[in-house]
């Protein structure tokens, strides 16, 4: 019985591959893979694996852009009851090591441009891992102990059949880290599989889709709401190694793509390029957007720019795998702002700080779930896993409410509130007035030490290219809106973008490192002069 009601990771690519074998699976630059061809390679991979003395349990860590290898070796992995630990490329090698020195990977593998990062984390963590494999490389950037990542990816063979339990641990996620040190989020196939169904049918998932991948696959909004579901349903991916706006736009209409994920950031990025051709993106019929809400601006503009374009906004976050709530088009206008209601499999509560029970409409408090789609805790870190389900319910972190008709409406992170003389300020609500101003591009409120108040509220901007704007007219246009302690004592303008993880969040945290130093302290105490240019 066991076996006729298997249903894990693994099973995905064989089954797509019995319903499409002929039909393109991904598209990696050069490399067109079937979903047959997939499937091949999917078990030679796993074979390799085993062939190296990796089992169940086992964890194999990857350091790589965007590749087709990624998310075949996250499947191969899973096929075996390995584990699967793909790491953010921009982190210095004392993060990595730090990863390293928590998960004890038993292989690691990474792109030619990543090598020396990951062995200096290996060093720094003294682990020397039999398995060193270096992909898409040629001889000269092969340096010693490490192998050739042919040997996985091309491998011909059958594994070995292994049970595998729908409970069984196959991925580790790394938190974004956004307010400290990342944490490796467990995921079975039984919390993976469930939120890829509610997903599928949340976002209109279709085996005719086109999607185009820019986003990080290392991170689980672009590995776990978009590609994965669209290799279930038989769609066709293609993946992207640059963010770059002109890598996007051309990749759209090279291949005729319908869908296509990004932050509200980037999709006004591209409304703005110099290569954005509305005609040459009338393909582009299904969007789809998390991190942060749309701004209304932004959504005005696609509305009128690409009338054809439909948009979904998912929220959630890893620790869900990741998506826990939706807002689908039709309710983008009337429900602007919201993170929408839960996905099929989830349920969603609001529980006041200091309570156990939830509470009724319009109540802010932390945002709480409950579902199969929920992850089995942090590795090897019991006290932030008893933490993470107290009171029956995995808490978010996030603060928010919801409406009379059981709409989400995402307010602060938890750590985000600042505390202005007693009185709490959600540095989303500043965030959201700034935005309105047509010359800024990107927002960040953060709290800033102050004496007097504890603490009082700064805005970090980028603007535009070639605005200009003045501090004292950002803040005259937040004092019209908000009382007075919510309005900024100080606006800086960054020279370039600000911070952000890989799904597209602030990394405030950074933000705050970088910029608040370069306040003088009794400025903070002064009201800016109106006239001061920024």
Not at 97 to 112: D, G, K, N, S, Y
Not at 166 to 171: K, L, M, Q
Not at 267 to 293: I, N, P, Q, V
């Amino acid at each position: 019985m066991a076996l006729a009601t298997h249903n894990t990771l693994a099973d995905i690519v064989r089954r797509s591959a019995a319903r499409f074998p002929d039909k393109v699976a991904v598209i990696d630059g050069p490399t067109q893979l079937t979903f047959a061809q997939f499937a091949q390679r999917c078990d030679g991979a796993a074979a390799a694996l085993q062939a190296a003395g990796i089992g169940r349990g086992d964890v194999v860590l990857m350091m790589a852009r965007n590749c087709w290898q990624l998310p075949l070796l996250a499947f191969a992995a899973a096929q075996i009851g390995a584990v699967f630990a793909p790491v953010n490329y921009l982190l210095s090698s004392p993060e990595v090591a730090q990863l390293v020195e928590l998960t004890q990977p038993v292989a690691v593998v990474a792109e030619p441009r990543f090598v020396k990062t990951l062995q200096q984390a290996l060093d720094r963590a003294g682990l020397s891992p039999a398995d060193r494999l270096v992909i898409d490389a040629t001889a000269d950037d092969i340096p010693e102990l490490w192998q050739d990542g042919r040997r996985w990816f091309d491998f011909d063979g059958q594994p070995q059949p292994v049970a595998v339990e729908p409970e069984d641990v196959v991925r580790l996620m790394f938190t974004s880290g956004t307010e400290g040190l990342p944490r490796a989020v467990m995921h079975s196939s039984r919390s993976l599989m469930s939120q890829y169904l509610s997903v599928i049918v949340a976002g209109q998932v279709e085996s005719t889709d086109i999607d185009v991948h820019v986003l990080p696959l290392y991170h689980c909004a672009q590995l776990d709401v978009l590609f994965t579901p669209d290799f279930m349903m038989g769609a066709t991916s293609v993946i992207l190694r640059s963010g770059q706006p002109t890598e996007i736009l051309a990749a759209i209409r090279e291949h005729q793509a319908n869908k296509f994920f990004a932050t509200p950031a980037k999709w006004g990025e591209l409304l703005h390029h110099r290569d954005f051709d509305a005609t040459g993106l009338a393909c582009l019929t299904k969007g789809y957007y998390g991190a942060s809400a749309m701004p209304v601006a932004v959504l005005e503009e696609l509305e009128e720019r690409l009338p054809q374009l439909r948009l979904w906004n998912f929220y959630g976050q890893t620790e869900m795998a990741p998506a826990a709530t939706v807002l689908p088009p039709e309710n983008q206008r009337s429900h602007a702002g919201s993170a929408g209601r839960p996905i099929l499999a989830v349920e969603v509560a609001i529980v006041p700080f200091g309570s156990t029970t939830s509470a009724g409409p319009g109540v802010e408090g932390e945002i709480c779930f409950r579902s199969p789609q929920c992850c089995h805790g942090y590795y090897g870190n019991e006290a932030a896993t008893a933490a993470l389900f107290r009171g029956g319910w995995l808490h978010s972190g996030d603060v928010g409410y919801l409406d009379d008709n059981g709409y989400l409406y995402f307010v602060d992170r938890l750590k985000d509130t600042i505390n202005v003389g007693g009185e709490k300020v959600s540095s989303r609500e500043v965030e959201e007035i700034i935005h309105q101003l047509p010359e800024i591009a990107e927002v960040a409120v953060i709290g800033a030490p102050q004496p007097r108040f504890g603490e009082v509220v700064v805005a970090v901007v980028s603007l535009q290219a070639g605005a200009n704007l003045a501090e004292g007219d950002i803040i005259q246009f937040v004092r019209q809106q908000l009382a007075a302690f919510k309005v900024p004592r100080r606006v800086v303008v960054a020279s370039e973008s600000l911070p952000r993880n890989a799904s597209g969040k602030l990394l405030k945290r950074v933000i705050k490192q970088t910029y608040l130093p370069q306040l003088d302290g009794d400025l903070l105490r002064r009201r800016p002069a109106p006239t001061k240019a920024v």
